[in-house]
């Protein structure tokens, strides 16, 4: 963020719908070799022309899924072109399991491979993951071993319509099962500040819900806030920023359709890159109007 | 269950060190494609060992995923095989996300596309899988469109010595957190009962947790209670039946390592197969004896 004077983070998330038709091939969108193919040239061109943009980009691990071992491949060159264009990685998975699984998602996510014994493999490479803390620490603190990453965002408050069915669920204690990941964020995270004033330890919460992301604000104080929902979700700059600390740092706005799809909501004519990089640009003056 | 005669579940979770050395290839564990390859070749064997004592088999995608595209390949073969030795699936993932993000997941581990628009994908062809209830109906209801899988297992309490540390705090109006997760369960099955009396919305409880076990039956009637945490994580016969329905009913108890690794405690020059078997049976029995 520092570097490249902009707190957005642009999602990956390709469809083949979000494909351009200029770069849709001639097999269909029931051939998952080629609707892999088309997201990795996809997103090798969006990559080129949003570096020194956007903070870090954020690739969606179902996306890549969905197609199978090819989509897997996909994912993985998705990350590689985004290190050579300079952008840092959060890759989206969401991912949690007991310790000893969660050690073989952290080799997927990160590569390495130091607790279950083995040599090290090379993994997706991702600079940073999401992760769920429905199991607790035994999940979280697997994927910080070794420091052999820069970090991870942990579930907290989602911006999805029903997140609140469980995520707002009043506690004995006060506050909410959203409240209970918070506290728990920041005990991963007690001895982990860096120079910038942050953990690693860092919390999903959502533009959506911007109460909420300040009340969160006061239990995570020194987390940062990876903001979904952004644009085509509904959250807007001041919704997205409401979890920003007093020094303005520690919010890292994320959008996907609004970036990438740009060019559907394009006037006629317009070059595909060209609507992204306007979107983009848009976002950053809109976040920066906006940032307390 | 009711045409194996069998509760018990077979975790498919292989590792390089769990891979018995006759299966070994000259491909080391850092070679990803060779690890992929024996994997395989071990799911295959086993599978045809085991086919009629087990009432499913569980791939927990972890392992696989650790290995990039050749072992995303590794993982559909594996469903594959299991199918072709008439035994159900549930690929063990514990996804959550959006709902539009779920839609990927549910495509990636079943197959289809009907909620993306697009045309249907092979996917990995599971019966059932394991979500995360942390994103509410979103991402839980996603995984049950278009009855086009047998159901999933939402988790609840998680076998893991950290799993209290979101699960067990208490809410407001009594109970956990574990609860109000049940309380969504038994909403999200309610009208999806079968011809067995339980619904195709499940839950994970774990087998080191038996007390709480039985208080989440009161509140989750009829769901199936996928058990993991049997052998290796320390649960006995009687802590995975702890959450067995009145008439017995409801609970498939998971073992992994102590069904696929059973050949590093067999004695010196036991065939690993007739190791697995015999666990599996030992297992089994031991079911039986404990069952209520």
């Known amino acids: 963020m520092d570097r490249t004077g902009s707190i957005a983070c642009v999602g990956l998330d390709p469809r083949p719908d979000l494909v351009p038709p200029s770069l849709r091939g001639p097999g269909g969108p029931d051939d998952a070799a080629a609707v892999a193919a088309a997201f990795v040239e996809l997103n090798g061109l969006l990559l080129a022309a949003i570096a020194g943009r956007c903070a870090a980009v954020k690739p969606q691990v179902a996306c890549y899924e969905a197609y199978g071992a090819p989509g897997w491949a996909a994912l993985a060159d998705t990350v590689r072109l985004?290190?050579?264009?300079?952008?840092?990685?959060?890759?989206?998975?969401?991912?949690?399991?007991?310790?000893?699984t969660a050690a073989h998602y952290a080799q997927a996510m990160f590569g390495g491979a130091p607790s279950?014994?083995?040599?090290?493999?090379?993994?997706?490479?991702?600079?940073w993951a999401t992760v769920n803390g429905y199991l607790g620490g035994d999940n979280v603190l697997?994927?910080?071993?070794?420091?052999?990453?820069?970090?991870?965002?942990?579930?907290?408050?989602?911006?999805?319509?029903?997140?609140?069915?469980?995520?707002?669920?009043?506690?004995?204690?006060?506050?909410?099962?959203?409240?209970?990941?918070?506290?728990?964020?920041?005990?991963?995270?007690?001895?982990?500040?860096?120079?910038?004033?942050?953990?690693?330890?860092?919390?999903?919460?959502?533009?959506?819900?911007?109460?909420?992301?300040?009340?969160?604000?006061?239990v995570m104080p020194d987390a940062m806030f990876l903001v979904p929902g952004y644009g085509s979700q509904g959250g807007d700059a001041a919704g997205a920023l409401a979890g920003a600390r007093h020094d303005g740092r520690g919010v890292l706005v994320s959008s996907s359709r609004g970036v990438m799809g740009a060019w559907q909501s394009a006037p006629e004519g317009t070059d595909w890159l060209d609507a992204s990089r306007t979107a983009l640009d848009d976002m950053n003056a809109a976040l920066t109007a906006a940032h307390p």
Chains 1, 2 share one sequence.
């Open 142 to 218: 697997e994927f910080l071993r070794d420091d052999r990453t820069q970090g991870v965002f942990v579930l907290a408050k989602t911006s999805n319509p029903t997140s609140g069915e469980l995520q707002d669920v009043e506690l004995s204690t006060g506050g909410t099962v959203a409240h209970a990941v918070a506290e728990l964020v920041h005990a991963w995270g007690n001895g982990r500040r860096g120079t910038s004033g942050l953990t690693d330890v860092g919390a999903v919460v959502g533009a959506t819900y911007p109460e909420q992301a300040r009340a969160l604000r006061t």
């Open 82 to 100: 985004a290190h050579e264009a300079g952008i840092e990685v959060i890759v989206d998975g969401k991912r949690g399991d007991i310790g000893s």
């Open 116 to 127: 279950l014994g083995g040599p090290p493999l090379a993994g997706l490479g991702a600079d």
